[in-house]
């Protein structure tokens, strides 16, 4: 079983590393380090340094914006399957407060996104192979991050800031039932372009489909 490690606190709160955390990150950034090149093995590094920053940044968006609505965060923790950031009570009913908070991890995102790509395009970046490399790769794991969160599915950023806004309009129940409906469909769909090899995509898939079933079933029938 893997084990947790506490690697620190920012702004008071406790930020946890899940050690399976870092295997993820090992095998997706392999190659870097299994091509002989001394660059590659350097833009490796870079890179998981940079990944675990990009997610630990968007957890702290939510965190940071949680305290503008009197929320705290009791600790952050980076996981298999990302970040998570455990609020120590719920969240307000307010669907405008639940959007700020949600939505802020993906802002974080969108700045990086935009920084990456700014920064790519500096004197100091051009003409050093590993820096370009590292900074694409940052800038391109980052929209990904932008860009998934913010799928209408749960338990993405997307799909509870969705849920947030037809719990203002629909019946109870319901909410969930479309989310995780929307949820299913998604998954389905990312496991079919995820066929025949794309590894990451079709895990993405599973994990997707898993959680937003759990919701549909515990959500109870239409009514």
Same mark, same amino acid.
């Given at each position: 079983m893997f084990s947790q490690v506490e690697l620190g606190r920012i702004a008071g709160i406790p930020v946890v590393l899940?050690?399976?955390?870092?295997? $993820? +990150?090992?095998?997706? %950034?392999? !190659?870097?380090?299994? %091509?002989?090149?001394?660059?590659?093995?350097? *833009?490796?590094?870079? $890179? $998981? =340094? @940079?990944?675990?920053l990009s997610i630990l940044l968007h957890e702290l968006g939510h965190a940071l914006a949680g305290r503008l609505f009197g929320v705290r965060v009791t600790h952050i923790a980076l996981t298999a399957l990302g970040?998570?950031?455990?609020?120590?009570?719920?969240? !307000?009913? %307010?669907?405008? =407060?639940?959007?700020? $908070?949600?939505?802020? @991890? !993906? =802002?974080?995102? +969108?700045?990086?996104?935009? @920084?990456?790509? =700014?920064l790519s395009q500096q004197d100091v970046v051009i003409g050093r192979p590993m820096l370009d490399l590292s900074i694409l790769v940052l800038a391109n794991v980052n929209l990904f991050l932008l860009i998934f969160n913010l799928l209408p599915a749960f338990p993405l950023d997307g799909g509870h800031t969705l849920n947030a806004w037809l719990d203002v309009v629909l019946k109870p129940g319901w909410p969930v039932k479309v989310v995780a409906g929307l949820g299913l469909v998604i998954a389905v769909l990312l496991a079919i372009s995820a066929l025949p090899a794309n590894f990451w995509r079709?895990?993405? *898939?599973?994990? +997707?489909?898993?959680?937003n079933w759990e919701y549909w079933q515990r959500a109870g029938r239409w009514r």
């Open positions: 899940d050690m399976m955390f870092v295997l $993820i +990150l090992i095998l997706f %950034s392999y !190659p870097y380090f299994t %091509s002989g090149d001394t660059q590659d093995m350097s *833009a490796g590094l870079v $890179i $998981i =340094a @940079g990944i675990m970040g998570v950031a455990q609020f120590e009570r719920s969240l !307000p009913k %307010s669907a405008f =407060a639940r959007s700020i $908070i949600y939505l802020a @991890g !993906p =802002a974080a995102n +969108l700045f990086l996104w935009l @920084g990456f790509g =700014a079709l895990l993405l *898939a599973v994990f +997707l489909f898993q959680v």
